[in-house]
């Protein structure tokens, strides 16, 4: 055990139609290290609203098993989950603001997943890109079930700890969506539980990968991670595509839509040299090895801070796994009131109730 000390936020004080502070939510599926395509897409809106926001973070595993459910997937959650974690603190989420937890280890969210599940149709499910696109990156011939319930699941970790905001990236944005369309539908049908969760858009739309194909993803490998030595940067960016038009140094270029101006425009703190850059290389006055190694100096310089902060909570030992057990726990009890709430609002605890009742008048005094 570390010997530092966790300041938990004060719970909601009883269950009852939404939460006393504004709740965030957001997270990623364990399978594998953050990257700098995540750092854009939503990192820094994490760290950025995360204080403003009572702020639960997801370790979806669940999710994870809609596409990868071997054994070797699963006993890379611990790994990926405390890499991810790492990751999230060292880019500056503070532990003290930011309740981690595990998926599956929440179980009461499968019995929510499975009561939300009546409020929405296959249709609806299937008319959603983003999951066809997730079974074919997966290999996958049919569509599993768990796959088109993907979002309905996602609605069961929102509503489950009555989230008002959900900062994430474009690909998630219809699955927030399904979220509000469920919590409104639940709200009219039985009564008001649920505050209709914001969805909060990165600002960048999305990072190129840099073979520069249009998004950066572990799966297409070409993601620069956030725990690249400087020296691995460096061979990745050399490496970057770029216009492929420009066949010498002196050949004017194209800036717009280039995958190293859109990392120097994301990244490089000097903006003074990124202008400087993109006015030689519109003109054929700069080679493309300067404009990537300063590029890969940017990074470094950008990388180098998130690196000493993890290198910092990783030397001190059990705080992962301190973090990721009282977040959990923390939850747990959050999704159990909702539970309730939600059996309540349904009826459904009523029958049984009754039941229960008339075993005990029979019995008598
Ligand atoms: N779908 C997210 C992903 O792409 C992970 C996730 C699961 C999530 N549940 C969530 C994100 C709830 C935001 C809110 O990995």
Redesign the pocket.
């Known amino acids: 055990m570390s010997g530092h000390t966790l300041t938990i936020m004060p719970t909601a004080a009883k269950s009852g139609p939404g939460p006393v502070a504004p709740r965030m ?5 364990p ?1 594998g290290r953050l990257h700098l395509g995540h750092y854009v897409g939503s990192l820094a809106n994490r760290v950025r609203l995360h204080k403003r926001y009572e702020s639960f973070f ?1 370790v ?1 595993d669940l ?2 098993l809609t596409t990868k459910n071997s054994e070797q997937d699963i006993a890379a959650v611990r790994r990926n989950a405390t890499d991810m974690v790492l990751d999230s603190l060292a880019v500056g989420l503070d532990p003290a603001h930011s309740v981690f937890f595990l ?1 599956s280890a929440v179980p009461e969210v499968a019995e929510i997943n499975l009561l939300l599940s009546s409020l929405v149709t296959v249709p609806r499910l299937e008319r959603i890109p983003s999951l066809k696109e997730m079974a074919r990156d997966a290999g996958k011939q049919e569509m599993p079930f768990a796959l088109l319930g ?1 979002p309905v ?2 609605a069961a ?2 509503l489950a700890v009555k ?1 008002t905001a ?4 474009r ?2 944005a219809a ?2 969506e399904v ?1 509000r369309e469920i919590a409104r539908r639940f709200n009219r049908r039985y009564r008001p539980v649920f505050p209709v969760p914001a969805l909060i858009h990165g600002d960048v739309p999305s990072l190129p990968g840099t073979d520069g194909q249009a998004k950066m993803s572990k799966s297409l490998g070409n993601a620069i991670y956030l725990t690249d030595p400087p020296e691995e940067v460096r061979r990745k960016v050399m490496r970057m595509y770029t216009d492929p038009a420009r066949t010498g140094p002196g050949v004017p270029g194209t800036v717009e839509g280039n995958p190293v101006f859109a990392y120097h425009a994301a990244f490089n703190d000097r903006p003074a040299e990124v202008a400087d850059l993109a006015g030689r290389y519109r003109a054929g006055k700069v080679g493309d090895v300067e404009v990537k190694q300063k590029l890969a100096e940017a990074i470094n310089r950008f990388l180098a801070p998130i690196q000493e902060r993890r290198a910092a909570f990783e030397a001190d030992e059990g705080l992962v796994a301190e973090l990721i057990v009282t977040g959990t726990e923390r939850t747990r009890r959050e999704v159990q009131r909702t539970v309730a709430d939600i059996r309540d609002a349904m009826g459904l605890t009523a029958a049984f109730t009754e039941f229960q009742r008339q075993v005990r008048r029979a019995l008598g005094p």
């Open positions: 939510l957001t997270g990623d599926r399978t997801i979806a999710h994870m998926q993907y699941l996602q970790d929102i989230a959900v900062p994430v990236g690909d998630n699955h927030v979220a």
